[in-house]
């Protein structure tokens, strides 16, 4: 048979996924192993979401609402009057709005390191995809940013940073929606856990789209539910690009039921902020101080592959960096679990 699928696929190595559980478990004969990989909440979602899921479960002999309208009133109710769309995943959005957008051949632009999703859903929609590096400290040169991504439709900037865990300032943010001449994707994934609100440039610029998702402090990531802050112009298209019944209703009705309880979202701050803190202090390598659920560390004279499989002989999955385009090979990424698996990664770490 000739060769049917597409270079975009058959080439490049894709989206990496954490080590499983189950693996390390038999490999290394742990019970229970401590899943610091891929910066979930490691409690369980707001019993208020698994309620309105079992009762959503109860209706899904019928489509869901494609505009997601209780979830999208939930919120409301929760940030305030802007215009939203929800998608599968705040990946699904990103998909969602380079379609919107981009033709193929294109540019679209990235500050990186980064979040790999935005250049593999970008290259696979046939755009051009331009990486913008960042300083040497991992912050944004806002100037650089504006020039670098002259020409493209749609740019991505990741606040608080994945993996490297800073912020943008909000005034580097305005300085490059002021100048930039296409759409900027501002990614928020983790914004719950910074001191930062970004919300209010939604009311001053039209080419501003701020991603969001419930996977990380609202526990859903098996849930699969992102959204978006969009101005009025983009959603009518947004809405004709997406794909049908994008998001189903089990995972619109769980969302909605988290956006109503803030006290569990409460208590998950307080949890990282304190684990942040010590991993800050007793992890003896160089820890880059972070606005996010994880933190970066550079653990060279190692390699960050070197010591994820060390970590992973002690019953402890992290995520090494190697695989972010433009880091080097020698950092790897922590996110914040429960005290138990934080107290096994510390020792771990520090036999190493
Ligand atoms: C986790 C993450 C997302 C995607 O989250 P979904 O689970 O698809 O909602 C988006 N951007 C960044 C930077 C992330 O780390």
Redesign the pocket.
Known sequence: MRRLVRACYTGASGYSYAKKAGDVAREHGFDRVALLA??ENPRPPSPAAIEAATAALRETNRYPDERASALVEALRRYHGDYRFVAG???????ETVIRTIVEPGETVAASTP??S?YGIAAAAHGAQVVNVPRRDDFSVDPAAFVEASRGAKLAFL?TP??PTGNSVPLEDVETILEEMDGLLFL?N??VDFADIDYRPLMRRYENLVI??????IFAL?GL???YAFVPTWLEPFYQRAATPFALNAVSAAAAAGALADTDQVRGTLDHVREWRRRFLEEVPFRVYSSDANFVMIDVEPHTGDEVTERLAAEGVIVRSCTSFPGLGNHYIRVCIGEDWENIRFLEAITKI
């Open positions: 891929s910066n599968a995943g705040m990946d699904g959005v990103i980064t979040f999703f990741c940073n994945n990614d994934a983790y991603g969001r998702t419930m996977s990380k990531a699969r539910v992102g």
